[in-house]
Structure formats: C-alpha cells, structure tokens
C-alpha cells in the first residue's frame, strides 16, 4: 500500500527503489517492466541456472507486484518482522480476516475469462485460497466484509458461497489455474475431481 499523496509516480519509484536495492545488495542483472498504473514486474534470469528450466523454455523468473491506492475498508493491520534467507524488514499487511475477507469478495465478484472460448470463468486459485483460510480455521472479518459484499452474516456467506459454487466450479476449471501453481498434477486432479467434499464441509 503506497498512498497517491507520497509520490506521484508511486510504482515508478518503488521500481527504482528495488532496482537499486536489489542490484547493489543481490542480484544485479534484475529487470523491471511497468505494466499499468498499478501492475510491476520484476524480471530474474535465473531459472537456467536454478536447473528449473531449459532451452527453448524462459530463462526468466517474474514477479508480479500489484498495487493499491486504498485500503480495505475496516481493514486489520499488523506489522510483520521477517527474516528469510538473509533478508530482514518490517512488513505491513493485512490480518488474516481480512485476507480471507478480500478473498471472498474476489470469489463471489471476481470477472475473469480464460480458454479458447473463454469458458473458464473462475480462478482455480480463487477456490484453493478460501479452502486454506477455512482449513486454517480463519474467522474473516465482518465488517469488510460487510462493506464490499452481500454477507450480512455467517449464515448469508454459507449460502452464497454455496450458490456461487454451484453455479460456476468444476473439476476442469480448476485444474486449469491449479496445474500452473501446483507441482503435484495429481494433487490437482484429486483435489479438482473432489473439491464439493472438500469446501462442503465448511458451509
């Protein structure tokens, strides 16, 4: 999150700040791309060398950064130490209710097609997220909730979920954006081809 009031090009400076942090303290043949006002990429040539690809495959490792000018209304905040493989910061983020709070927003509202006759019009991902938030027995939070969706109550959010996932989830749409995620291709199957006992068991 990076408020429009601290810089006027705020992903132009973010994109310079990590370039040059970056190449100075890690790796210095990094690439950055602008995609739209609020999309960066970050570029690494590093997947040949990793042994994770090979020629004539992509070379390149992208990271996708995706900003926003708002926050969630209601939203949780906490600050976060890291430290992982070397690195060490402070992170702001959002609590885990309100992940799980923007995750059903993007489920029950999301517009999204892909295929040949853009016949998927879910995202795989969309569904394996809200599981892991119900599995990790996450609460969301209500008030965002509230104030971006439909859900009144528990109750309101079972059904339309339900109705939701009835309407639009099957086992091909989500093997097809779990297959690229996913290593396991035969998690994804299994997960896929059983995914209404999965999530029923939670609403």
Same mark, same amino acid.
């Given at each position: 999150?990076?408020?429009?009031? #601290?810089?006027?090009?705020p992903?132009?400076?973010?994109a310079?700040?990590l ?11 990094i690439?950055?791309?602008i995609?739209?006002?609020?999309r ?6 590093i ?11 992509i ?6 950064? =995706?900003?926003e &000018?708002? +926050?969630?209304?209601?939203?949780? +905040? +906490?600050?976060?130490?890291?430290a992982?493989?070397? !690195?060490? !910061? ?12 923007g995750?059903?927003h993007?489920? #029950?509202n ?7 006759k ?10 394996? &997220? ?13 008030k ?12 309101s ?5 339900? =109705?939701?996932?009835?309407k ?9 954006? #779990?297959?690229?995620? +996913? ?9 896929a ?5 999965i ?5």
């Amino acid at each position: 999150y990076l408020p429009k009031s #601290l810089v006027k090009k705020p992903l132009t400076s973010l994109a310079e700040y990590l370039l040059g942090q970056i190449k100075n303290k890690q790796f210095n043949l990094i690439e950055t791309k602008i995609q739209s006002d609020n999309r960066l990429y970050l570029k690494f040539p590093i997947l040949y060398g990793l042994g994770l690809n090979q020629k004539p495959e992509i070379d390149k490792l992208y990271v996708k950064i =995706e900003a926003e &000018d708002e +926050i969630l209304p209601y939203a949780g +905040i +906490i600050f976060k130490p890291v430290a992982k493989f070397g !690195f060490n !910061f402070l992170a702001r983020t959002y609590d885990l209710p309100t992940l799980m709070a923007g995750k059903i927003h993007a489920f #029950l509202n999301r517009i999204w097609f892909k295929g040949k006759k853009q016949e998927i019009n879910i995202k795989g991902r969309d569904f394996y &997220d809200l599981w892991w938030f119900f599995d990790k027995k996450v609460t969301p939070n209500w008030k965002t909730l509230k104030k971006t969706t439909e859900v009144k109550d528990e109750k309101s959010l079972k059904r339309l979920l339900s =109705e939701r996932i009835k309407k639009v989830v099957t086992p091909g749409k989500l093997s097809f954006d #779990l297959q690229n995620f +996913i290593s396991d291709q035969e998690f994804v199957f299994d997960f896929a081809k059983n995914y209404w006992k999965i999530i029923n068991r939670y609403l």
